[in-house]
């Protein structure tokens, strides 16, 4: 399940590993590849719940438009996870619940 290949972000050069935590849980991904990537590569498609009824969603466009993909990355919300590369010791969260959710929903 890996992008080797993407439209935005271009081909991954060099197979570097790198460690990223997402939801307080260490995740392992290629540095470079989107972090939608990587955190589907590691088993989970939900990446973040609405706010008015909290359904889940996930990668729907893949290209940046949709903006079901949004997580908060290194502080920072409303993140594109589809088409953000990973780098090293990023901390992504899940949008849209809040406390000990997220950590639930991980484990699913
Ligand atoms: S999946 Fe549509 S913006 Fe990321």
New binding site residues.
């Given amino acids: 399940m890996r992008v080797h290949q993407h439209p935005i972000l271009g081909a991954l050069k060099d197979e570097v590993w790198v460690n990223i935590e997402v939801d307080g849980t260490t995740i392992c991904a290629r540095e470079g590849e989107p972090i ?1 990537a990587a955190i589907m590569a590691n088993g989970r498609l939900k990446l973040r719940h609405t706010r008015k009824r909290q359904e889940p969603r996930g ?4 290209i ?6 949004v997580m908060t990355v290194d502080g920072q919300s409303n993140v ?4 953000t590369a990973v780098k090293a010791g990023m901390k992504i969260q899940t949008q849209g619940m809040t406390g000990d959710g997220e950590a639930e929903e991980w484990k699913k």
């Avoid at 990668?59 to 893949?62: D, L, N, S």
């Avoid at 940046?64 to 993909?69: A, H, Q, V």
């Fill in positions: 939608a990668v729907f466009c893949g940046g438009r949709c903006t079901d993909c594109r996870t589809c088409v």
